[in-house]
């Protein structure tokens, strides 16, 4: 079955404090995998590509084949970071393309 | 451009009564995508249509159908709303081939009473 596990729904950390917030997935095929992140008020909005291995906002994630895991971590917690994320797998198949998204997880960065 | 927009962004209706979201986007995406967002639950897909002219059911489907009505339109109807489709609605669109992200709306909040 696919599935997207974030077993965390909050998590709060102190301004300047490392941040990882864990995404476990099932999948059978090659997973792709992502990071959305939605500020209050705002749309939900790409984060993180696990291909493209870059850093955005200081945010990095690596997949873990092998523990089937997409964590994504920031060394240096800022306020603005505060929002709710979710971690997305795709499948594709028969020309299609969706999502499975995880339950979410909100981080609440402390002054 | 305006991206992907979601009419209305709130709504009330009484059990059994029906309504119909709208979503259009602006970008020439081929794929749209309705989600609903529940709280403890993420996002959850109720219907997609991959290109103009196709539909196909999500993760969630009972109790909802679409139109893929041109290539910018996606709307999703309740024909007989329940208190279990209070929610929040979200449609989103993608390029289509060779494109993996999706471009989200604002949301639709809906409360069945």
């Known amino acids: 079955a696919q599935r997207v596990t974030q077993p965390e729904k909050l998590l709060s950390v102190f301004k300047g404090a490392p941040v990882e917030l864990k995404c476990n997935y099932s999948?059978?095929?090659?997973?792709?995998l992502f990071w959305y992140v939605q500020y209050s008020r705002q749309r939900l909005q790409l984060l993180l590509r696990?291909?493209s291995r870059e850093s955005i906002k200081g945010f990095t994630a690596d997949l873990n084949k092998g523990e089937t895991s997409f964590h994504l971590k920031k060394p240096f917690a800022q306020e603005e970071d505060s929002a709710m994320y979710y971690c997305a797998l795709s499948t594709s198949g028969s020309g299609t393309y969706k999502y499975i998204f995880g339950t979410g997880t909100r981080l609440k960065v402390l002054a | 451009n305006a991206g992907v927009t979601q009419t209305p962004k709130f709504q009330v209706l009484k059990t059994g009564q029906s309504m119909t979201l709208q979503c259009a986007q602006d970008?020439?995406?081929?794929?749209m995508y309705w989600y609903r967002q529940d709280p403890g639950m993420g996002l959850r897909l109720i219907y997609y249509s991959a290109s103009e002219g196709t539909t196909d059911k999500g993760e969630v489907p009972n109790g909802y159908n679409v139109s893929r009505l041109n290539k910018r339109e996606f709307s999703l109807r309740l024909e007989s709303a329940a208190p279990s489709q209070t929610s929040v609605y979200f449609c989103a669109s993608r390029r289509g081939t060779g494109s993996y992200e999706q471009y989200f709306g604002p949301g639709t909040r809906l409360t069945v009473t």
């Open positions: 970008m020439n995406h081929n794929s």
């Open positions: 999948y059978s095929g090659s997973p792709e």
């Open positions: 696990h291909i």
